[in-house]
């Protein structure tokens, strides 16, 4: 429902709010040039000093205005000729015509109202609506995509156009909503829909008849100084008076003795119609305008993302496709990459050929009380990082737990056994219906580095269990990819048979296309995989990278497997070879911004992203590493690094474990070793950040436990607070 009460004015309103975001913003560059163009006026210069001034350049004056942004400007009569200017109230002479200027006096015609005064100005306040409207249901939408409020700033994942238009969104939604409901005031306010309390002070009865004072002679005007200003109106003839109006008000002031014959100060409506109209325009407040204007222009930006985004969600994902409502088999998938998606294409393709209809869409939209026809419910999920969902599949856990359990649900995992996360997801999403009360139709399965065989035997079961036969034929799609060029390679571990190696590519360029559908290496940093083809298959191996877009090259710390296609590929590379390679953004193991003290735990090839994160940080924040290795000669990875590091102060402390050298240690052991600076770390706010093999990282959190046994802290509570994060394989 949010999202199409977010589509739909969307879609409608995009031109209107396009408009009005490009005039909004052109409008917002003229109080900025008022307030440069404005001269500096003395903090002790008065009212009267001006009036004075003025007068002596024209005699016949009649009145002076001086603008939010500081410019003044005066009115005359010279007999019976009018004349006006922007003058200067330092010097007392005229700077320049005080007729608007024509752009943004056409600007601010179409801004308001479209050249159709009050039909414009109807019209334009339903497009603020519908922005309001949008900015609001978008704001919703982002925090369930996000996962929550405090996620808000996230890194997001998915295609680029969605997850652009998410960023842009999570920074500009506060302003479109403070600017929607501002023009919707000043509407209101136009129309005289609103109270008004505006200073109107009664004219008074009696007014002196004597010749008028000089202002330099009045005390009100002497006492007024002149950045308090805002209008005065001269006496018009003996029978008038001063009209003096402040920020605190208007007053009347008799022109022969000076006194102040009548006073109004404005209500609190007037006084929030001055701010609405400040931080809507940012007139009196140039800086806040081009602020204002700046992010305003993300309206035509997200009305593009948009647009691609529903384009994209209107192709259906399989043809022939039945309606949710009307489907007999609901497949729901949840994936990061897109490789999911061909698996469940293939299934759902499989049902068709076998009579059945079908609805697939993504296990984020898991609605089980819309699919009234449905006989059977099937969940296909990868999983995200260490057992999270999958970015198609945000929220659908949550959906899971409070919805009442309808026809039989089957679920498979999708996954690489080498991580210890495999298919963790799926794992939860079936525990959780059992738990709920759900029909399982077939005990759940897994598909391990995209088996066809593993898809073909679960879809044979699948079959049996609702009666037809099934062959799912499945040929992976290779991801998109790019040639990376060794540059250069740091070899390792001969010694102890065990050969790895540093190897760094040249940043690959990417097409304008590759860029805009996110497929290019246009940005990633340490922590982040480097999906790597190799040459005679279609499936990806990924290595966490050790350096960042910002560093110039691409790096990871590898080491050779027995049999291993893509390590033994890899470890064959001569400097001016190619590889082929995708980037993949995880977001989990990220430096964070703060300047808590960090420690990095790692063993082998995992000092690869660790070496990134301290190159990232320099000095900026307190970095003490335990590394383990096999042999300090043999494969101790950036070990002249560390010593440079350690020099420049981007490493505060160094402490290695090693298997086959002096006394058999582990970068656990080292951890008990050192256990007291590590409880002093950790109590003062450090982030652990832990990479390498799954037994590793266990051992890593057994020694921690032990540690902090006497804190009454985990491991698993570090992690719940994000001070605790792993990347394990």
Sequence with gaps: MMRKLHRWPALIAAVFLTFL??????????????????????????????????????????????????????????????????????????????????????????????????????VMAIAAAAMLLLAISGAVLVTQRVGGLRHWFDRQQGPFAARFHTQIARISVPILIL?????????????????????????????????????????????????????LTFP???????????????????????????????????????????????????????????LVLSVPVLAVTGTISWAKGRRAPLRGMAKASQAQTIVLVGSEGGTTWGFA?????????????????????????????????????????????????????????????????????????????????????????????????????????????????WGRAFGQAIGVELELNHQPKAPHSLPLTLISRRDYGEDVQAPAAILRFAVPKSSFLDRILGRGFGRFQAGDLLGILPKGDTMARFYSLASGRKDGFVEIAIRKHPNGLCSGQLMALAEGETVCGFIRPNP?????????????????????PLAGFIRAQGARRPIHLWFGARHPDADLFYGSDMANWQQNQA???????????????????????????????????????????????????DALTEILSTSGLTAAQLKSQGRYCEDVY
Aim: a negative charge; hydrophobic letters at 45%.
């Design 21 to 122: 975001a490009l005039s909004g913003a052109a409008l917002s560059v003229f109080p900025a040039m008022d307030a440069l163009s404005a001269p500096s006026v003395p903090s002790e210069q008065s009212v009267a000093d001006l009036a004075a001034m003025a007068r002596a350049a024209h005699p016949g004056l009649e009145q002076i205005r001086r603008a939010p942004s500081g410019k003044i400007t005066v009115w005359w009569f010279d007999g019976n000729n009018p004349g006006s200017a922007v003058f200067d109230p330092v010097t007392g002479t005229d700077l320049g015509s005080a007729d608007p200027n024509r752009i943004e006096l056409w600007l601010t015609n179409f801004h308001r109202a479209l050249f159709l005064d009050d039909t414009g100005r109807i």
């Design 179 to 231: 600017s929607a409901v501002t023009a919707l005031w000043m509407t209101g306010s136009t129309f005289d829909l609103l109270p008004s309390d505006e200073a109107n002070p009664a004219f008074p009865n009696t007014v002196s008849t004597d010749g008028p004072l000089p202002p330099t002679e009045i005390p009100s005007l002497i006492a007024t100084p002149l950045r308090d200003l805002r209008d």
């Design 236 to 294: 018009a003839d003996t029978s008038d008076v001063y009209t003096l109006t402040t920020g605190a008000g208007m007053s009347y002031i008799d022109q022969g003795t000076g006194a102040i014959l009548a006073f109004d100060a404005p209500g609190p409506w007037t006084r929030i119609n001055e701010w609405v109209y400040l931080l809507h325009t940012g007139q009196g407040a140039a800086v806040w305008g081009l602020i204002l204007g700046v």
């Design 345 to 457: 294409t293939t299934f759902a393709r499989a049902l068709q050929a076998a009579g059945q209809s079908v609805h697939l869409a993504p296990l984020s939209s898991f609605a089980p009380q819309t699919y009234g026809a449905a006989r059977q419910i099937v969940v296909m999920s990868a999983t995200w990082g260490q057992g999270t969902a999958p970015t198609s599949a945000k929220g659908a856990l949550a959906r899971l737990a409070t919805a009442t359990p309808s026809v039989p649900l089957a679920v498979l995992g999708f996954g690489d056994n080498t991580f210890a996360q495999f298919c963790g997801y799926a794992v939860d999403f079936e525990r959780i219906a059992r738990d709920k009360g759900w029909q399982i139709l077939l005990p759940m399965d897994q598909v391990n580095r995209q088996s066809a065989p593993d898809f073909n035997r």
């Design 588 to 608: 989990e193991f990220h430096l964070d911004h703060s300047k808590a003290p960090m420690i990095l735990i790692g063993a082998g090839t995992g000092i690869g």
């Design 651 to 701: 490493l505060s402390g160094l402490h290695t474990a090693f298997s086959r050298h002096g006394p058999k240690q582990y970068v656990q052991d080292a951890l008990r070793q050192d256990a007291e600076s590590v409880r002093q770390l950790i109590a003062s706010g450090a982030k652990i950040m832990v990479c390498g093999g799954r037994d590793m990282a266990q051992g890593v959190r």
